[in-house]
């Protein structure tokens, strides 16, 4: 079975706006890149050419991985969700059991993950320890420094 892309409609229409790009502007570009590298002279010494080259591989494989993605994609309607558990869509407060440090974590699809900002995926091991939990309920999430326990505190939207 192909692998689901869970995402906002607001990360589709992203994702499809830079799609457009790639085949489009960005194409016309690296075709310029590679004629103007060509005029350089013998291609088996001419640096510029495959650089143009393997920027032209590099967006072949990045339009590839878009229309994968889009064509698998699973627009999730928050509204839709439920408000009594974790799932995609849901802020997260959770206090780890020992330190006692609390943080937010909204859970998205892997496709808008942002680590840095608090913006975990559903398939990260924090987020599968949290998905379909419950407020009050206590989770193991493994780390690189060990097993941690999170209680969850609050679910919103």
């Known amino acids: 079975m192909k692998k689901e892309y869970k995402m906002s ?9 830079e799609l457009h790009y790639l085949r489009t502007t960005r194409s016309d570009e690296v075709a310029e890149m590679i004629k103007v590298a060509r005029g350089f002279g013998d ?9 143009a080259k393997n920027e032209q591989g590099m967006l072949y494989s990045r339009i590839s991985e878009l229309d994968d993605i889009l064509l698998h ?12 558990r974790v799932t995609i ?18 859970i998205v699809g892997s496709q ?9 995926s559903e398939d990260s091991p924090f987020g599968k320890a949290l998905m379909n939990r419950r407020e009050g309920d206590l989770v193991m999430v493994s780390a690189p420094a ?3 326990e999170y209680r969850i505190d609050r679910i919103e939207r």
């Open 112 to 120: 808008e993950a942002d680590a840095m900002h608090g913006i975990i």
């Open 9 to 17: 409609q607001a990360r589709y229409d992203e994702l499809k706006k």
């Open 89 to 106: 869509g849901a802020t997260v407060t959770v206090t780890a059991t020992k330190s006692g440090a609390s943080r937010s974590l909204k």
């Open 43 to 51: 291609l088996s010494e001419n640096s510029e050419y495959d650089e």
């Open 146 to 148: 060990g097993e941690m």
């Open 73 to 84: 994609a699973v627009i999730l309607e928050e509204g839709d969700m439920p408000t009594d």
